[in-house]
Nanobody, 118 residues
Framework: QVQLVESGGGLVQPGGSLRLSCAAS????????MAWYRQAPGKQRELVATITSGGRINVVDSVKGRFSISRDNAKNTVYLQMNSLKPEDTAVYFC????????????WGQGTQVIVSS
C-alpha cells in the first residue's frame, strides 16, 4: 500500500489562501491519479480534486476557480492550492492515490485541518 502524510492546514480568514501538501511513500509504483478529499463536521468525506499522472485535472464545482491541484512526480507529492477560502471550506482535508483501474490504493492518513473563520 501507499502511505500518505498531509500537511499545510491551519486557521485562515475568509478570502485567505492555504497550500496543502501530501507526500506519498511505499508502493508508489501503483500510483496513477492523486486526489484530495475533505470531510466537514457531520458530513461524509467528499472528493475535491484529482490529477492523473498525465496531468488531467478534475475539480468539483464547489471549488472550481478557487482551488487548484498539482503534483510533483519526482517527489511523489500532490498539492492543493486553496484561494478565496470560505467558511464552508472548513474541513479535514485528506489525500489519496488511485491505481490505473481507479481504485484507491492509499492508506488514509490523519488529514490536515482547515478552518476558515474570522
Amino acid at each position: 500500500q501507499v502511505q500518505l502524510v498531509e500537511s499545510g492546514g491551519g486557521l485562515v480568514q475568509p478570502g485567505g489562501s492555504l497550500r496543502l501538501s501530501c507526500a506519498a511513500s511505499g508502493s508508489i509504483f501503483s500510483i496513477n491519479a492523486m486526489a484530495w478529499y475533505r470531510q466537514a463536521p457531520g458530513k461524509q468525506r467528499e472528493l475535491v480534486a484529482t490529477i492523473t499522472s498525465g496531468g488531467r485535472i478534475n475539480v468539483v464545482d464547489s471549488v472550481k476557480g478557487r482551488f487548484s491541484i498539482s503534483r510533483d512526480n519526482a517527489k511523489n507529492t500532490v498539492y492543493l492550492q486553496m484561494n478565496s477560502l470560505k467558511p464552508e471550506d472548513t474541513a479535514v482535508y485528506f489525500c489519496n492515490v488511485l491505481d490505473g483501474l481507479g481504485l484507491l490504493v492509499g492508506s488514509w492518513g490523519q488529514g490536515t485541518q482547515v478552518i476558515v473563520s474570522s
